[in-house]
Antibody, heavy 121, light 105 residues
Framework: QVTLKESGPGMLQPSKTLSLTCSFS??????????VSWIRQPSGKSLEWLAA???????YYNPSLKSRLTVSKDTSNTQVFLKITSVDIADTATYYC?????????????WGQGVMVTVSS | DTVLTQSPALAVSPGERVTISCRAS??????MHWYQQKPGQQPTLLIY???NLESGVPARFSGSGSGTDFTLTIDPVEADDTATYYC????????FGGGTKLELK
């Protein structure tokens, strides 16, 4: 059974660094072709893909946010991390991690429940 | 970025057939996927690669299209289908449509 679960600080102040963790089971990120992505959704709005890391450790970023994002994984291939620097109120959203395969089959078949992050002073 | 455009909302009666459209700003071949999202929940995959039904998804859902124009069809619509539906392309960096909110009359 594939499951993913996000965790994060809940609330943080503008200009700080947001650190998120995606813990997953039921699959291994060491399996060829496997990818874990981060996707966010502001309340009442659509979805925005942020970043991804694949089984080989290659990293992919949304060009519009690339300068602020860092994605990484742990050596046991059961957790993926995302850091967003210099957060702003516009970064307030629910953040999801999701599993996919590599391009072009880059569709998300399993999602975590999401973690809500509020940026506020 | 490939921009995906969806109609914002639809209202149908249970038992009817509904089509939800998604138009891409450039050709994405058949690299289009559809998700359902109910309030307070994460999205769930319905259709991948334009027309393939995800395992466990009722056969009432189907997808079609290629190039720039895609359609998600629900036939017949049931009360439980009240949700927002998103398209997503994987021709290049993933992008999502704005979502179509489906309401039942």
């Amino acid at each position: 059974q594939v499951t993913l679960k996000e965790s994060g600080p809940g609330m943080l102040q503008p200009s700080k660094t947001l650190s998120l963790t995606c813990s997953f089971s039921g699959f291994s990120l060491s399996t060829s072709g496997m990818v874990v992505s981060w996707i966010r959704q502001p309340s009442g709005k659509s979805l925005e893909w942020l970043a991804a890391i694949d089984w080989d450790g290659d990293k992919y970023y949304n060009p519009s946010l690339k300068s602020r994002l860092t994605v990484s994984k742990d050596t046991s291939n059961t957790q993926v991390f995302l850091k967003i620097t210099s957060v702003d109120i516009a970064d307030t959203a629910t953040y999801y991690c999701a599993r996919s395969s590599v391009m072009p089959s880059y569709y998300f078949d399993y999602w975590g429940q999401g973690v809500m992050v509020t940026v506020s002073s | 970025d490939t921009v995906l455009t969806q109609s914002p909302a639809l209202a149908v009666s249970p038992g009817e057939r509904v089509t939800i459209s998604c138009r891409a700003s450039e050709s994405v071949s058949t690299l289009m996927h559809w998700y359902q999202q109910k309030p307070g929940q994460q999205p769930t995959l319905l259709i991948y690669l334009a027309s393939n039904l995800e395992s466990g998804v009722p056969a009432r859902f189907s997808g079609s299209g290629s190039g720039t124009d895609f359609t998600l069809t629900i036939d017949p619509v049931e009360a439980d289908d009240t949700a927002t539906y998103y398209c997503q392309q994987s021709w290049n960096d993933p992008t999502f449509g704005g979502g179509t909110k489906l309401e039942l009359k």
